[in-house]
């Protein structure tokens, strides 16, 4: 089974920002699409970004576009989220996921203050 370890979470004042990690185990991580997912309190899990399997394709919900950057490093089978100008509605667990894998991690926690 593939492990999927979310960090980098934290309590932040709108306008913050913060790095989410995700390290990926158990299979070829370099060959697999990653995407962040984010779940905030009573809502449904929604897409957040996207990132190909070389890094060189990114896709962000529009929510999200201009301020948040999904990056990889393939040697260190971890992907990234950067969020910048953090915003009360930005709070949220979030999750990463690789294509075709079926299970989820614990995630991380992001909870802005205003």
């Known amino acids: 089974q593939v492990q999927l370890v979310e960090s980098g979470g934290g309590l932040v004042q709108t306008g913050g920002s913060l790095r989410l990690s995700c390290a990926v185990s158990g299979r070829n991580f370099s060959t697999h699409p990653i995407n962040w997912f984010r779940q905030a309190p009573g809502k449904e899990r929604e897409f957040v970004a996207s990132i190909s399997s070389n890094g060189n394709r990114p896709s962000y919900a529009d929510s999200v576009k201009g301020r948040f950057t999904i990056s990889r490093d393939n040697a260190k089978n971890t992907v990234y989220l950067q969020i910048n100008d953090l915003k009360p509605e930005d709070t949220a667990v979030y999750y990463c996921?690789?294509?075709?894998?079926?299970?989820w991690g614990q995630g991380t926690q992001v909870t802005v203050s205003s």
């Open positions: 996921k690789p294509h075709g894998v079926s299970n």
